[in-house]
């Protein structure tokens, strides 16, 4: 079907490490004292939804998956006395499995946020000019474009669509016969955009989904990354784990 072919590019994906950290946050999880169990099993879920979505899965998410359960492994199996360790004062410890993981985690969060705070500074000199004042009265709308900018993360939006499917799933009845449709991604994205212009208003994400056939919601998801993508669509959220609205980016000029 036409939607298998088609690729989606996210610029929000930043590694295996940037989804742990947002799950560590979303959990409000002490980076120091990771529950291994209860990563992994948030992790793969994420895993499972992009696949799900069929989207690309880059081996490095994969690699991670992997050594996420060979240390919760670890951790369920006894300690052998050879692997014990002696401190200075000659008191055995045991080495945390946990220990690499959470040294590469505090080390990518120090480039992040540090390369976060060279981004604000950049920002921050792109707004200063050596030049007589000027007239920019004509570039008033850029204003509008800033309120386009994305405040909700693609795991925000995978996280949604997690939802979406578990509910649709738990709808679905028992036995049902469907005819198969294909559906265009470019005619899908055009019944969105008119949906959102003739609501006049913004829309709940999981409002975009009244069909419950899996091509269509899968079909709908990647036309929504597009449209968000283009710049077409504005989606917000007011508060974290709130529900997430979409609107039509002609309805905020």
Not at 25 to 36: A, H, K, M
Not at 176 to 186: C, H, L, N, S, T
Request: no cysteine; net charge negative; charged share 35%.
């Amino acid at each position: 079907m036409q939607y298998n072919h088609y690729n989606v590019k996210i610029d929000a994906f930043e590694g295996p490490l940037d989804l742990l950290l947002h799950l560590i946050n979303r959990l409000e999880i002490d980076i120091y004292d990771i529950p291994v169990s209860e990563i992994t099993e948030q992790y793969l879920i994420y895993i499972h939804t992009m696949k799900e979505l069929q989207l690309d899965v880059a081996s490095e998410y994969l690699v991670m998956a992997a050594t996420l359960l060979a240390i919760k492994s670890k951790m369920l199996l006894p300690k052998h006395e050879e692997e014990e360790l002696e401190d200075e004062f000659g008191l055995e410890i045991e080495e945390d499995p946990r220990d690499e993981l959470v040294e590469r985690l505090i080390e990518y969060r120090k480039y992040k946020e540090a390369a976060a705070e060279l981004k604000e500074r950049e920002q921050d000199r792109s707004l200063m000019y050596t030049k007589p004042p000027a007239d920019l009265s004509e570039y008033v709308n850029d204003s509008q474009q800033e309120k386009a900018e994305l405040n909700v993360s693609l795991y925000d939006m995978l996280g949604a669509m997690q939802k979406l499917l578990r509910r649709k799933k738990l709808q679905r009845p028992l036995s049902a016969k469907v005819a198969r449709q294909e559906i265009p991604i470019e005619k899908r994205m055009s019944e969105i955009v008119d949906q959102l212009r003739n609501f006049k208003g913004r829309k709940k994400f999981t409002d975009l989904f009244p069909i419950s056939e899996r091509e269509h919601i899968v079909v709908t998801f990647l036309a929504v990354l597009e449209l968000i993508k283009r710049k077409e669509i504005l989606v917000e959220q007011d508060r974290n784990f709130s529900d997430i609205y979409v609107a039509s980016m002609e309805g905020v000029k």
